[in-house]
Structures are given as C-alpha cells and as structure tokens.
C-alpha cells in the first residue's frame, strides 16, 4: 500500500484499490473515451458505479479509473450514446481484472490480412455478454477473414449431417454433398455421391453429365 500524503489518497498499487475514507479526494478524472477532464458533476455514472462496487468485490472503481484501468465513460459520452452501457455481472471477469462499464467502438489490426477493421460498441457488448468471451479477449481477425476461416468448418458439420441422412437425401442435398467434396477438392467423394444421385434417378442424363463435366475439369485443374 502506497503511503498517502496530503490530499492524496492511498491506492494499492497492486490491485487499485483505494482507501475507502480517501477515495473521494479527486474532484476531477480523465474520460478515457472523449480524453477530456471531468469535474465529478459530471461523473455521476462513475460514482454510481464506485458504490455498486465497494461489496461484494472490494474494488474501487474510482481508484481504477485513476490509475487508467477501467473501461468506463464520462455522463457526457453516455447521455449522447457514445457508449453504451455494459452489465458487469454478464460478463467473465471476477477476481481476474476490470469489466466493461462501458462499450466503445474500437479499431483494430486483422493478424491475417492486416487490414484495420471496427469492433463495434454493439459487437463488443455481445462478444462479452452474450458469447461469455472473457474481457481481456479480442477478435484477431476482420469479418471477411473470420467467415473465410470458419466456413469449412461450417461446412464440414453440414457435410456430415448431410451424409449421416443420404438415404432420406433429396437432389438437391446430394448435389450440395458432391458441391462440398468439390470445394474440399475430394474428387474420388465427389464422383461416388454422382453416382448415387445417378442410381436415385433425381435428375435427367444431361444434368448428371454437366456434374460429372465439372468434376473432372475441376479434377484435371488441381492436378
């Protein structure tokens, strides 16, 4: 515990957590979302928050937010929907670090493609809330590049939901079968449900001719 001189409250420089009796002393906090110096007139959220806060988790939100640790916004930023409230009893943070108080919309750098891309206040409030991502977690990909990489996987399932039912399989989910060998480049699979589709008698000669085209240019291309 850091020794608190005159006007200076005592802050755990640890924790961030203040003396209780000493942590109104401030009359002023930065807004880490607008950057400006607000008086506490205009922090009533803040100390809403500073009371929620005190029991059960022992923390000081105001000593937080101090110290530039917490996810917060001044009454001005809020009222004018710059921000939107978070639920910090929605969201895995306990005993580990600081929740969202407030969501922002954020720019960040796509790992794969290295594009920028936004994450949204309205995104960051279901990634935390609804989907239960823990706080410190960010997205690492762009949408584009997150659907690219998740698409087999999407696949694969509807793949196997498909086959696990061919019997009951109509033209259309047996031509989605031979559709997603083809784009998994599995030539051998894709010929073999042709067949089956051929035997099922689903679709004429000259369909089933255009399918097997397809197949063996597609075949010969990756070869």
Request: glycine share 4%; with cysteine; hydrophobic share 35%.
């Amino acid at each position: 515990m850091q020794i608190a001189g005159v006007g200076t409250p005592a802050i755990c420089t640890m924790c961030g957590i203040i003396s209780m009796k000493e942590e109104n002393l401030y009359d002023s906090y930065r807004c880490p979302n607008c950057n400006q110096l607000r008086n506490v007139k205009e922090l009533t959220q803040l100390f809403k928050w500073n009371e929620q806060f005190k029991f059960p988790y022992m923390i000081s939100v105001l000593g937080a937010a101090r110290q530039g640790h917490l996810k917060w916004a001044c009454d001005n930023c809020i009222l004018n929907e710059k921000v939107i409230l978070g639920k910090p009893e929605e969201q895995n943070w306990t005993g580990i670090t600081y929740p969202f108080f407030t969501y922002n919309d954020e720019t960040l750098k796509c790992q794969n493609c290295n594009c920028l891309f936004e994450f949204s206040k309205e995104e960051k409030k279901f990634w935390y809330e609804d989907l239960k991502f823990i706080v410190w977690s960010y997205p690492k990909y762009c949408p584009t590049c997150r659907k690219r990489i998740r698409e087999p996987k999407v696949k694969s399932k509807r793949l196997t939901n498909l086959i696990n039912n061919v019997e009951q399989a109509n033209a259309d989910e047996l031509e989605e079968i031979i559709e997603i060998f083809l784009d998994f480049r599995n030539f051998e699979k894709a010929r073999y449900y042709l067949s089956v589709l051929k035997k099922k008698n689903y679709v004429n000669e000259v369909r089933i001719a255009l399918i097997k085209d397809k197949i063996n240019n597609l075949a010969q291309q990756s070869s």
